[in-house]
C-alpha cells in the first residue's frame, strides 16, 4: 500500500498553492454554547467550485508527467469531484471527459459542462458510465483520476488537514465528513502527522455507509445506496480499495452515523445559526455535534465541505419541511 503520509502532503501543498484557497477558520459562538467547549467552523464550502475536491483534483493533476497532460483525464463523477476535475483541468489547458448516465438531472450536467469540461452521456447508471471511462482509458489514452482512492487525491485533501492544525493548533477533535475517504485519510495524515494526540472522528449518513459497514467488517463491503440528504457522502468505497481503506482504518477514532433528520437540522442550524449555506454532507459535523453522539473533547473543528445543494431543496429545508417529504417530491 502507497500510505499517504505528512510528507507527501506538504508537497501537495507546495504544488497546489495559488490554485486553491485557503480556507478561514471560525470559531462558532452557538456551537461552543452547546458543547462547553470552543468549536470552529472550517469554511472550506467557500472552496473554488464549492467544495474541497478542488484540492484533490489540483494536486493529482499538477503531478501528472508531460506526457500524461498531453493525454488528458477523465472521471465518471457527476458530483464535487467532476467539478473540480473540470476547473483544475481547464486551469492547465488539459483535456477534461466526465462521463455520465442519462439519468443525471440537467442542472449538474451544465455545471460541468460550463466548466468547460467534455461530457459523455451513456447508459442508464454509474456502472455504465464507469465503463465509458475504461474504455476512453483503453481507447484514447486518457488518465483516469478517481475521486478518493488514489495516492495524489488524498494528499491534496490532507492539504486541508494542514491548515486545520495550523489555525487550531490546540485542536482536540476534528470532525470529517467521511464517504469514501479520502478526505478523511488525508485529513487524519496531516493532523496526527503535526499533533499526534488530536482525534479524527468520521461522520456519515446512517442510510448506505459503506465505509463504516467496511470498517466494521474488516474489509471493503459493498452496501445498498440510497437516496439521502448527504448526497455527496453516497457509493462504495470499492471492493478493490487499495488506500483508504486501510488509512480510514488506522487513523481515525470513531466514526458517527447520522439519520436524515439530524442532517436536515444540521443544515438548518447551518443556515440559522451560522449564515452559512451548506449541502448535506457538508452539515454532518454540525449535525453530529448537536445530536450529542459524540462526546468530543474540546476544541473541535468542524469541516464544513461542500456547498453544492439545489436551492429549491435547501429552502425547504430551513422552512422545517421533513426530510421523508422532501425526498418523496425531490
Ligand atoms: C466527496 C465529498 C465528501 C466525502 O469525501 P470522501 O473523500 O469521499 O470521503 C464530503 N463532503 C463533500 C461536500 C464531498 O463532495
Known amino acids: 500500500m502507497t500510505e499517504v503520509t505528512l510528507q507527501h502532503i506538504r508537497a501537495a501543498r507546495d504544488r497546489i498553492a495559488g490554485k486553491v484557497e485557503e480556507t478561514a477558520t471560525a470559531l462558532s459562538l452557538s456551537l461552543s454554547e452547546h458543547l462547553g467547549a470552543p468549536v470552529y467552523l472550517k469554511l472550506e464550502h467557500r472552496q473554488t467550485t464549492g467544495s474541497f475536491k478542488l484540492r484533490g483534483a489540483s494536486n493529482a493533476i499538477a503531478s501528472l508527467n508531460p506526457e500524461e497532460r498531453s493525454r488528458g483525464v477523465v472521471a465518471a463523477s457527476t ?17 477534461a471527459v466526465i462521463c455520465m448516465s442519462r439519468l443525471v438531472p440537467e442542472n449538474k450536467l451544465d455545471a460541468i459542462r460550463r466548466l468547460g469540461a467534455e461530457i459523455r452521456i451513456v447508459g442508464n447508471s454509474q456502472d455504465d458510465a464507469q465503463q465509458e471511462v475504461d474504455r476512453l482509458v483503453g481507447e484514447e489514452g486518457l488518465v483516469m483520476l478517481p475521486p478518493f482512492d488514489h495516492p495524489d487525491i488524498v494528499a491534496g485533501q490532507g492539504t486541508l488537514g494542514l491548515e486545520i492544525i495550523e489555525q487550531v493548533p490546540g485542536a482536540a477533535t476534528v470532525l470529517v465528513p467521511l464517504s469514501g475517504g479520502g478526505l478523511a485519510s488525508g485529513v487524519a495524515a496531516a493532523v496526527k502527522g503535526v499533533s499526534p494526540r488530536t482525534k479524527v472522528i468520521g461522520v456519515s449518513m446512517a442510510r448506505g455507509a459503506a465505509m463504516k459497514a467496511s470498517l466494521d467488517a474488516g474489509r471493503p463491503v459493498q452496501v445498498e445506496e440510497l437516496p439521502t440528504l448527504a448526497d455527496s457522502l453516497g457509493g462504495g468505497i ?22 436524515e433528520d439530524e442532517i436536515a437540522a444540521g443544515i438548518r442550524h447551518a443556515y440559522e445559526q451560522e449564515r452559512e449555506i451548506v449541502e448535506g454532507a457538508g452539515a454532518v459535523g ?10 468530543a473533547k474540546g476544541p473541535v473543528v ?13 429552502r425547504r429545508i430551513v422552512c422545517g419541511e421533513a426530510p421523508s417529504t422532501v425526498e418523496r417530491a425531490a
Do not use: P, Q, W, Y
Open 79 to 95: 458530483g464535487n469531484h467532476g467539478r473540480a476535475l473540470a476547473h483544475a483541468a481547464k486551469l492547465e489547458g488539459l483535456r
Open 238 to 259: 470499492g471492493l478493490e480499495n487499495r488506500l483508504t481503506f486501510a488509512m480510514c482504518r488506522d487513523l481515525l477514532d470513531n466514526v458517527i452515523l447520522l439519520s
Open 286 to 295: 454540525i449535525a453530529a455535534l448537536l445530536t450529542d453522539k459524540v462526546r
Open 302 to 314: 468542524l469541516i464544513l465541505s461542500g456547498r453544492n445543494i439545489d436551492m429549491t431543496l435547501h
